[in-house]
């Protein structure tokens, strides 16, 4: 019986790359750790809407980290345990600085995905999320909705530039973390409110789960997996993850394309 209880999956470079779906031997892997009694919980800086058809597919019953670790949720119930919203304050000076530095913004809520204008990049998500968006004034959702999260997307290094500045100018704010998926070449800034974190939602969902911290994995790929790879007791990387990463890591897996997810559930979890 293996002595782990609990892996966290990143999605995005982790879990999927190319498409909106795993492989077949990575999904095959998920349903083998959960044969062993393994809980397979997503941790991802996604909406949980946004992971709705992974769910479904890979039949993953139970607690999920969502947005970056505002939220914790129950599948299939879509119960929240925990969620935290971003300021009103910080989402209408974020709304304001992407409409200033021409960025493309997502604006999300538990189950509600909102953008300002179409377009390539909005086809891209459309695709990638398997989600509609609704197209809004989005600083009209201020003070309406609860914002869980905001999303810049840099599609090349010179909007990666300028959002860059929106980092800097949001610190006092907000937290505004980035990841870039290796997959497609895009960055990623999540913004969320300060006080959380993938590592202390982990900490969280634990403690929820009853089980202890040295029986838990964590699998990642970019900048904003490095807090729960700080509370993990096993940290796997992807392959192709940066080498700040790499370094926290105890094994270093092979990358998205060569099914890292797979081997790491083989190697850790049903070889024993």
């Known amino acids: 019986m293996t002595r782990y209880k609990l892996i966290s999956l990143d999605v995005d470079g982790t879990l999927i790359g190319d498409g909106a779906y795993p492989t077949t031997r990575v999904a095959e892997a998920v349903a083998a750790a959960r044969r062993k009694g393994v809980q397979v919980a997503l941790g991802t800086g996604r909406a949980s809407e946004a992971c709705y058809h992974l769910l479904n597919a890979l039949n993953l019953d139970g607690l999920h980290i969502f947005f970056d670790g505002a939220a914790i949720v129950n599948w299939p119930s879509n119960d929240i345990v925990y969620l935290q919203a971003l300021p009103p304050r910080a989402a209408a000076h974020l709304i304001g600085l992407c409409r200033e530095y021409n960025l493309f913004l997502e604006i999300y809520a538990h189950d509600f995905y909102f953008i300002e204008q179409d377009g390539e990049l909005a086809k891209h998500q459309r695709e990638k999320l ?68 993938k590592g202390n939602a982990l900490r969280e969902l634990v403690d929820y789960l009853g089980i202890g911290i040295r029986e838990t994995i964590a699998v990642g790929d970019s900048f904003n997996d490095m807090p729960i790879f700080r509370v993990a007791n096993t940290k796997v990387a992807m392959g192709h993850s940066p080498d700040a990463l790499k370094e926290m890591a105890d094994w270093v897996a092979p990358s998205v394309q060569d099914d890292g997810v797979a081997a790491t559930i083989e190697k850790f979890i049903l070889s024993e």
Not at 133 to 140: N, V
Not at 159 to 171: L, N
Not at 180 to 185: E, I, P, V
């Open 130 to 197: 398997q989600l509609k968006p609704i197209i809004t004034d989005l600083m009209t959702l201020v003070n309406r909705i609860k914002i869980v999260k905001g999303q810049i997307i840099a599609a090349n290094a010179e909007q990666k530039k300028r959002a860059d500045i929106v980092t800097i100018e949001m610190e006092k704010y907000c937290k505004l973390s980035w990841s870039f998926d290796y997959s497609n070449g895009m960055y990623f800034g999540n913004a969320i409110s300060r006080y959380v974190s």
